[in-house]
């Protein structure tokens, strides 16, 4: 009877060491695989923030062509109506 207690307990001992190997093993590839995640998770990151940062100077750059653009057709507007007014000007000079 003792014998057939000390070789329950080896079984158990065995049992339960093997859980642990497979314990351990498992958690280092739930360890490696976090570790992947994480090294995604910043390259995603890094990409949006890049993105945001090209994004922003696009925006400050049309921003810019715009501005000029609108004194631009203040200028062509100011321009071609004084040079409207000098024709319409002649053109009453001239009948009278």
């Known amino acids: 009877m003792l014998m057939q207690h000390d070789t329950e307990l080896s079984d158990h001992e065995r049992r339960i060491n093997d859980l642990s190997d497979k314990m351990t093993d498992t ?19 890094e990409a949006v923030i890049r993105g945001n940062e090209k994004s922003d100077t696009h925006k400050a750059e049309l921003e810019t062509i715009n501005r ?9 507007t100011i321009s071609s109506s004084s040079l409207l007014y000098l024709i319409i000007q002649q053109i009453f000079h001239s009948i009278h």
């Open 68 to 76: 000029q653009n609108i004194w631009k057709v203040l200028l062509i």
């Open 27 to 45: 958690l280092n590839r739930v360890d490696e695989s976090n570790k992947y995640l994480r090294e995604q998770n910043n390259r995603i990151l």
